[in-house]
């Protein structure tokens, strides 16, 4: 339910932004824009955002600087820690993740995350989706960019090139956690209502964006 990575993350929050800096080689072609896929997200995100897997608070500082309103969900304590002491509590960030989550207190025109919907199995992605759809009004948007693949084929190129490198950590983490395929995605959107289109941001990475379409 997005949860079971938890672990993980408890122990990365201290180190995640030299991570996505950078600093670790493995990591670096995945990481590769990060700044400018952020901006990117922030950019297409409407006034009232709903914001997933906030992390240490990278994106909703992009959003905040836009003067969008950000509602975070973090289902880590350590992540939600340096991610307050970064935005200096100028964002409401609440306990929960993609599937289980507090209501904001006001609508929302914007459901946005980076790096992080690929916890969720196929199946949960779809179940996400459909509560979305059910937040959103039409015209209502969901822009995410994380790590996923134009098919199948692609995706065992990336692990074989991995472990090519001897990136074993890179490739173990891509056969363990749920990277999917454009047609998986553009399908599920499609069925809870929205219109995406998919754009390509590094080797990894794709830039989502899905509208609401009228119900």
Not at 85 to 94: D, F, P
Not at 130 to 149: M, N, W
Not at 169 to 179: H, K, M, N, T
Not at 198 to 205: G, I, K, L
Request: charged fraction near 25%.
């Amino acid at each position: 339910m997005g949860r079971e990575f938890l672990d993980l993350f408890e122990q990365w929050a201290e180190s995640y932004d030299q991570s996505v800096e950078g600093h670790d080689e493995q990591y670096r072609d995945v990481f590769a824009g990060y700044g400018r896929i952020l901006d990117a997200v922030a950019d297409k995100a409407g006034q009232v955002v709903l914001e997933f897997g906030v992390g240490t608070g990278n994106l909703t500082k992009k959003l905040l600087e836009r003067g969008k309103t950000v509602y975070g969900i973090e289902p880590s304590a350590p992540m939600r820690k340096k991610a307050l002491e970064k935005l200096g509590g100028r964002a409401v960030i609440m306990d929960g993740d993609f599937l289980r989550f507090p209501l904001p207190s006001e609508p929302i025109d914007t459901v946005a995350s980076t790096y992080a919907f690929h916890h969720l199995t196929d199946a949960e992605k779809g179940e996400a989706i459909a509560k979305y759809s059910q937040l959103l009004r039409p015209g209502g948007k969901i822009v995410f960019a994380d790590t996923a693949f134009r098919d199948k084929a692609a995706f065992r190129r990336a692990v074989e090139a991995a472990r090519a490198r001897g990136f074993h950590d890179l490739a173990d983490d891509l056969e363990r956690e749920y990277y999917t395929t454009l047609d998986v995605l553009a399908a599920l959107f499609a069925t809870h209502g929205f219109s995406a289109s998919f754009t390509q941001q590094n080797a990894f990475v794709w830039l989502m964006e899905a509208v609401k379409q009228i119900d």
